[in-house]
């Protein structure tokens, strides 16, 4: 999968998250079901960010696979994680045929204390992809940060760190969401300018309601243009009307993205399979 993201100029992925409730699974693999009829080239699983619940990542990704016999990507995050841990989470993984991962940090989880988190066994997301690079046979991605990490002290040290990624194996590189393209456009091109040769596959979050702004939005530290928060003022309060407005604007992000030569899309689809379908049907 990875060569075919070298090869191609363009691609499709989508981004699904393993469901809160045991119960939930089914629905969440009927998801999986419709995602499947719209041919991406991927289709990744996040991780919790503490890894307790990785199995749950390991059973979605085994179904993408083995089931709908797709390329499935497996996040994983190192923040709360021992080396043993991630040797049990990556032994799941081959054992599933499961080849491909993103490799994270993560965030602290609510229930980790600031000592705790300042000795983390992986302090970043460079010695998880280390250590796996040494330890396993898996392809590996990694994050990038279009607008900077929120804690990356400048953009300039944030690429740096995206550098020593690509040195130590990342193959490709998922962003975080952005919606003002200019700002991808302007990191591409200062990646390039550090070294960057993988891969920047942009990451695109549907806004369908104007909720999403103030919580998912917020925590990835992503700016909203005045064009969307208009849209969110306007249609804030009309479910329908914020629905099709958010994915116009996803379609018509993704559209100028394309115009630009910039092909490698990767939507944060949320477990929304109709959203994502009326999306895809439009471009
Ligand atoms: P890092 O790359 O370690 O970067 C964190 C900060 O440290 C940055 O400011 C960076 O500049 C700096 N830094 C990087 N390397 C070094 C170094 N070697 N030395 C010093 N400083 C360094 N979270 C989840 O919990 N689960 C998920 O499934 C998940 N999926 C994600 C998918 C994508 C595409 C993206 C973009 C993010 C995802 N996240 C997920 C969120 C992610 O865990 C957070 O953004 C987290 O705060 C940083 O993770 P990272 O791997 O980018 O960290």
Redesign the pocket.
């Known amino acids: 999968m990875l060569k075919d993201m070298f090869a191609k100029d363009s691609s499709l992925s989508f981004e699904v998250f393993p469901p809160k409730k045991d119960d939930e699974f089914e629905n969440c693999y009927k998801v999986l079901d419709s995602l499947a009829t719209l041919n991406p080239d991927f289709i990744s699983v996040?991780?919790?960010?503490g890894g307790s619940r990785s199995k749950k990542t390991v059973d979605i990704t085994s179904y993408i696979q083995n089931t709908l016999k797709l390329d499935a990507m497996a996040?994983m995050?190192c923040v709360g994680s021992s080396e043993e841990d991630i040797l049990a989470v990556t032994k799941d993984l081959e054992a599933a045929g499961v080849s491909h991962v993103?490799a994270?940090?993560?965030?602290k989880p609510r229930d980790m204390s600031d000592e705790q988190f300042e000795k983390r066994i992986f302090?970043?997301?460079?010695?998880l992809i280390q250590f796996l690079n040494k330890n396993t046979n898996l392809n590996i991605s990694?994050?990038?940060?279009p607008e900077k990490?929120p804690?990356?002290i400048s953009m300039d040290?944030?690429i740096a760190?995206m550098k020593?990624?690509q040195d130590m194996g990342a193959k490709m590189f998922?962003?975080?969401l952005f919606f003002d393209n200019a700002d991808f456009y302007r990191f591409v091109e200062r990646a390039s300018q550090a070294g960057i040769t993988v891969p920047i596959v942009a990451?695109i979050m549907p806004i369908t309601s104007a909720k999403q702004i103030g919580s998912t939005v917020t925590l990835a530290g992503s700016s909203v243009p005045k064009k969307l928060a208009d849209i969110c003022a306007r249609y804030g309060e009309d479910a329908e009307a914020m629905r099709a407005a958010g994915i116009e604007y996803a379609i018509n992000q993704i559209q100028d993205l394309k115009r630009c030569g910039m092909g490698h899309i990767h939507i944060y689809c949320m477990n929304k399979a109709k959203m994502t379908a009326e999306i895809c049907n439009a471009l």
Do not use: N, V, W
């Open positions: 996040t991780y919790g960010a996040h995050t993103l994270l940090r993560g965030d302090p970043h997301a460079t010695d990694a994050s990038c940060y990490h804690e990356a040290s944030d760190f020593m990624k998922i962003s975080q990451g």
